[in-house]
Structures are given as structure tokens and as C-alpha cells.
């Protein structure tokens, strides 16, 4: 890969390796907190970002109760088992294996979201995502699609890409996903490489960018600035324009995701995220005065 005058990339590398905390949420779901815990608080736009991933029911089969959000976005990618969501607006759905959810709570709203299964593996991830104080008291809207419609593209031998949002370009071919967020200009990619596969792209310029392995191991950079990353670890990265990535020991799959930076004041109060204390204590009042 090259740009296009002709010169190498600058890869980027890793900075810094989070292997977050074992926590639980809702009514109980047991998950892996990775950003939003003590290690990375934050990783402006992402404020966010768990792994859940059980066989057994009792681990999640309390779900996410009727519970509020103002003044971000929740982005759910469902990888094995079935979830339904409902909110106070009427809306209503179902997550199935390999669908996504890009909710954007904007003024308010009370939503859950709880198994439809009694047994079986349930498997996914759920990312918060910031938005500027522009849009933070905007009308709550949903980006939902089914498994069949996330493209996936195939850009190089034994590489698969399901792309969630943004572009990947392959020979001359862009495949673009179906989620669109002007404000952080999202990439969330899915990514598997087959032993010895191998790798690079270009990351969106000036984007905040990890990549989280849960399967296998993944090698990272390129050169002296390669590092390899072990299953479920989060690697933040930084020092250039792409991504060289490379599956050595066995078959490998990540999530790639990188947002625009909004490089704005955080105020958050468990489910509330403004940009300053009294906007969160008149979203409490909000909230308990039923105007979500």
C-alpha cells in the first residue's frame, strides 16, 4: 500500500494495551468493561466501550431493564444470541446474530433491552459514543439493520471486512457501510485474517482509534513499532495513517473502530453525558419529571 504520490505509509502503532475489568450491569449481565473504567476512563468521542459474552443464561438472562439516556449515542453489535429493545417512543426491535443498532438518545429516552432466549450463547459489544453539545437535546432516532445488511468486503487474501460504518476501498472498489454520524465520521470495522493473513489500510486523518482482539492474537505496526496483541485486549493507537495488521498463530477477529475527537467539556452522571454540571442536574429533573 501506498499514497498517492507514490510514498509509504506512516504506520501507526500501539500505545497503549487496556485489558479492562470484569464488572456487571443492568440486572446483573455480566460483561468486560474496557473503556469507562479505571484504566481508560474515556477516548474522546468514545466514552464506552464493553464486551459481553456468556454460554450461560444465568449471566444474562436479567437483560437491561427500563433504564434512561441523554446526551450520547449507544451502538450495539450483536455477535451470537438475540436481544429485543423497547423504549417509551414505541419503538421496538430485534437485535439477531450480526446485526447492529446505532441509537442516538440526543434529549431523552427510556429504553430495554433484554434476551429473547432462554439458553446459548449470547455475544457482543456495546459502544457509547459522545455527541457535541450542538446535538445533545436532538430528537432520539434509531440506525438499525438486519446481518444481511452490514457489506462485507474482501480487500486482501484470507481477509474479511464486515464494515458497520465507513469505508474500506478494495481494487479500486469502496464498500460502505450502512451507519452515518456526521458529527464523529464513525468507522467501526469487523475484521477477520486466516493464519498468515495480512493487512493494511488507511485510518480516517485526526480520528481517536482502537482496536479490541476477541479472537485469537493479532500483530499490530509495522517494523520495530509492531506489537503483538493478545485476545480480549484493547490496544489504543496512535503515530500514523495505517493500520498494518497480521494473524501469525491461528485465525484472528477485531473490531478496528476510530470517531473525530469533540475535544468538548464532559459532564456524566451514570446514563447522562453534557458538557456541564447544571445541564446534567436539569437532565436528572428531566428524567424524574417523566419528559423523556
Known amino acids: 500500500m501506498s499514497h498517492l504520490d507514490g510514498t509509504a505509509p506512516e504506520f501507526a502503532h500501539v500505545v497503549r494495551l487496556v ?30 466501550f464493553d464486551e459481553f459474552g456468556t454460554d450461560r443464561a444465568e449471566d444474562y438472562i436479567g437483560g437491561f ?20 429493545h423497547r423504549d417509551n417512543h414505541g419503538n421496538e426491535g430485534l437485535l439477531a446474530p450480526g446485526a447492529v443498532q446505532w441509537m442516538t438518545a440526543g434529549r431523552g429516552l427510556v429504553h430495554s433491552e ?23 437535546m436532538t430528537a432520539p432516532r434509531y440506525q438499525e439493520f438486519a446481518p444481511e445488511r452490514i457489506p462485507e468486503a474482501h480487500p486482501a487474501p484470507g481477509v474479511a471486512v464486515k464494515v458497520v460504518a465507513g469505508q474500506v476501498d478494495a481494487g479500486g472498489v469502496a464498500t460502505r457501510g450502512p451507519i452515518e454520524q456526521p458529527a464523529t465520521s464513525p468507522l467501526y ?35 520495530d513499532g509492531a506489537r503483538r496483541v493478545e485476545e480480549r485486549t484493547l490496544a489504543v493507537l496512535g503515530g500514523g495513517h495505517a493500520l498494518r495488521m497480521r494473524a501469525e498463530a491461528g485465525e484472528m477477529r477485531l473490531v478496528l473502530i476510530a470517531g473525530r475527537p469533540l475535544r468538548e467539556p464532559v459532564a456524566r452522571y451514570g446514563p447522562f453525558v453534557m458538557n456541564t454540571r447544571e445541564e446534567l442536574m436539569q437532565a436528572v429533573v428531566d428524567f424524574q419529571q417523566g419528559r423523556f
Open 19 to 48: 485489558r479492562g475489568t470484569p464488572t456487571s450491569d443492568g440486572a446483573g449481565v455480566k460483561l468486560r468493561r474496557v473503556i469507562g473504567g479505571a484504566e481508560l476512563p474515556d477516548l474522546d468521542p468514545f466514552l464506552l
Open 65 to 84: 431493564p427500563d433504564h434512561p439516556h441523554r446526551g450520547f449515542e449507544t451502538v450495539t453489535y450483536m455477535l451470537d444470541g438475540r436481544m429485543r
Open 114 to 136: 433484554m434476551p429473547e432466549q432462554q439458553e446459548g450463547r449470547m455475544r457482543g459489544f456495546q459502544l457509547w459514543v459522545n455527541l457535541p453539545a450542538a446535538q445533545k
Open 189 to 223: 470495522l469487523d475484521i477477520a485474517l486466516q493464519t498468515g493473513a495480512a493487512w493494511s489500510l488507511d485510518l480516517p486523518e485526526g480520528h481517536n482509534a482502537f482496536v479490541y482482539v476477541y479472537e485469537g492474537q493479532a500483530t499490530l505496526g509495522e517494523g
